[in-house]
């Protein structure tokens, strides 16, 4: 089955700075990339995701990459604000809606 | 829509004894998925549904837990008997094709 590996596991930056978030996958006909952001307590919820015939999406201040050769994609989060301060999951799957396996998070720190 | 719904957000119990988590997915989805999360293994899937009928079972850890669709609107996951081990966050998610959407979690605690 499909294997998410997934670095760091913590990250603490200085608000204002950059955040990058990577994932290797195993399974090459995964094609559906997403990425979750759980707060504390809360459930994950979908912040963005990337699908095979595309190598890059943003949308405002995150944006994902995906290298479907090297089986990686990133997660990059610019002018990061203390909010978001969360744990963050990438997944894959062979298409969108089917079972989605999570690589073990990276928890983001902001500090002020 | 409320969205995915899942009872109880927590339950206590003593080892040995039945539990059973239910979920009520979102109207129209067709994908239901039961998620497992640990500090130690993070977010695993136990089980999906498709149209009600189960399609991997692969991560269900062992007898101990059960997992039934009866219709498109209910879904419960049952362990039994409950281990200290079975602690953690249980996640019901639903999907339709596209965006898994999450429930709130059962936190299950076994003592």
């Known amino acids: 089955g499909e294997n998410v590996e997934q670095h760091p596991s913590t990250l603490s930056v200085q608000e204002g700075d950059s955040a990058v978030i990577k994932c290797t996958y195993s399974?090459?006909?995964?094609?559906?990339f997403p990425w979750y952001k759980q707060e504390l307590g809360k459930r994950p919820q979908l912040i963005i995701d990337i699908r095979s015939n595309v190598g890059e999406k943003k949308d405002q201040r995150i944006a994902v990459t995906l290298n479907k050769t090297a089986k990686h994609f990133s997660l990059h989060i610019t002018e990061t604000q203390p909010e978001d301060s969360a744990v963050y999951f990438c997944a894959a799957s062979r298409r969108s809606g089917y079972a989605l396996n999570f690589g073990k998070g990276t928890s983001l720190l902001v500090t002020p | 829509d409320a969205g995915v719904i899942q009872s109880p957000r927590h339950e206590v119990t003593e080892m040995g004894q039945e539990v059973t988590l239910r979920c009520k997915p979102i109207?129209?989805?067709?994908?239901l998925f039961w998620y497992r999360q640990t500090m130690m293994r993070g977010l695993e899937l136990l089980i999906y549904?498709?149209?009600?009928?189960?399609?991997?079972d692969s991560g269900m850890p062992e007898d101990r837990f059960s997992a039934k669709m009866p219709n498109a609107s209910f879904s419960t996951l049952k362990i039994q008997p409950s281990e200290p081990r079975d602690s953690a966050v249980y996640f019901c998610?639903?999907?339709?094709?596209?965006?898994?959407?999450f429930g709130q979690g059962t936190r299950l605690t076994v003592v």
């Open positions: 549904f498709n149209n009600n009928v189960p399609i991997d």
């Open positions: 109207s129209g989805h067709d994908y």
């Open positions: 399974d090459s006909a995964s094609n559906y």
């Open positions: 998610a639903s999907s339709r094709g596209i965006e898994a959407f």
